[in-house]
């Protein structure tokens, strides 16, 4: 089934990030593709946000590869930075398997550079750009 969500300016941020957690039900292992300023991290914050992470805990793990943040619930919730990667053994470094066979939420930006590593049930979403910078955030499952 094809989904989508039209966010058409950052007042409607938090409540796609809303629908978009309601939407992709026990899916934990997200893959965010989208070009660069697509918006990857901002919507991520907004998940988080809507998990009741603390706003200010959340960063781009660019440098630090993941960066590990507690939801309101008090399960952990991994966001990974995969720019930086250049050879899929510096994922393993860090212990990858570990975070996606954890159970918990595991968003993912940057998938591209890791993609033979990521297990059959991670859910593929797609964030583009539109005209007057709206986006659309994407995946089939």
């Known amino acids: 089934m094809h989904h989508e969500i039209i966010i ?3 007042s409607e941020l938090d409540s796609a990030a809303r629908q978009f957690l309601k939407e992709i039900g026990n899916h934990s292992l997200v ?3 989208a070009p660069m300023g697509a918006g990857k991290t901002t919507f991520t914050t907004a998940i988080c946000k809507a ?4 706003e200010d805990a959340v960063s781009s793990p660019t440098f630090a590869i993941v960066n590990e943040y507690r939801a309101a619930s008090g399960e952990p919730v991994y966001h990974f930075d995969f720019y930086r990667i250049t050879k899929e053994a510096e994922a393993l470094d860090i212990g990858l398997y570990e975070y996606l066979d954890s159970g918990s939420l595991c968003l993912m930006e940057w998938p591209e550079n890791i993609e033979s590593l ?3 049930e991670t859910l593929n979403v797609s964030i583009s750009v539109g005209p007057g910078g709206t986006r659309t955030v994407s995946w089939d499952d």
């Not at 998990?51 to 603390?54: F, Q, W």
Request: glycine share 8%.
């Open 8 to 10: 058409r300016n950052l």
């Open 31 to 33: 893959a965010f593709y």
């Open 51 to 54: 998990l009741g992470v603390r």
């Open 118 to 120: 990521l297990p059959e």
